[in-house]
């Protein structure tokens, strides 16, 4: 069974402060992994997508890293700024016909100004 | 493309009401999903279309809980008998035909159950 971790639940950041967020996946056997950013009471929000074949995706401040061998994955932010606060979570999409992506609980970020 | 669109954004409904959410997907988008998400919790899957097939049910959905997407286009979710534990956050998602296109989310219907 597909479990996927999020660690550390919370974290606080100065402003400016570039910083990682982690992403773990018990089977390696997946399509590929996405993060996505969720303000408080809305929907989720797309970040990036990796499929399992690349290393990492880039987009803007964002820089996604995927080991699939290992089960992880990282989300590096650049240059934290105050707009980036909100709670990012990761989802492993499986080879499966059921297509049931899994998500991560999420790391609740807040920077700081 | 206006992106995925839920209605209600929120439904306040006693116990053992019935209610029904709508999810409108991305036009070009044959799949969709349902999920379910509380406080502190990623998302829990419930169900995914095809086009107009239900091709995956969760363990979690119950048998109170229907989901449709009569013609491939729009969805809904009821839940008849509503009981507090289903106050929740639900979600819609819709994707391309590909098992590597990203799931663009709708902002969510928000379940209160009193």
């Known amino acids: 069974k597909q479990e996927v971790t999020q660690i550390p639940a919370a974290l606080s950041v100065p402003e400016g402060e570039n910083l990682v967020l982690n992403c773990s996946f018990t089977d390696s056997a997946i399509y590929n992994l996405q993060w996505f950013r969720q303000d408080p009471g809305k929907g989720l929000t797309s970040l990036l997508l990796i499929q399992s074949s690349q290393r990492e995706q880039t987009s803007g401040r964002l820089n996604a890293s995927l080991d699939k061998s290992s089960g992880r994955s990282t989300l590096y932010i650049a240059a934290s700024q105050p707009g980036d606060s909100a709670t990012y979570l990761c989802?492993?999409?499986?080879?499966?016909?059921?297509?049931?992506?899994?998500f991560g609980k999420g790391t609740r970020l807040h920077i700081l100004p | 493309d206006t992106g995925v669109s839920q209605n209600p954004r929120h439904k306040i409904t006693k116990r053992g009401q019935n209610v029904t959410f709508r999810c409108d997907p991305i036009s070009e988008h044959n799949r969709l999903y349902w999920y379910r998400q509380t406080l502190g919790q990623g998302p829990e899957f419930l169900t995914y279309f095809q086009n107009e097939a239900q091709l995956e049910k969760s363990r979690l959905l119950s048998d109170r809980f229907s989901a449709e997407r009569p013609k491939g286009s729009f969805s809904t979710l009821e839940i008849q008998r509503t009981e507090q534990g289903d106050s929740a956050m639900y979600l819609c998602a819709s994707s391309l035909d590909s098992y590597n296109s990203p799931l663009h989310f709708g902002n969510g219907t928000r379940l209160t159950v009193t």
């Open positions: 989802a492993v999409r499986r080879p499966n016909r059921d297509d049931k992506i899994i």
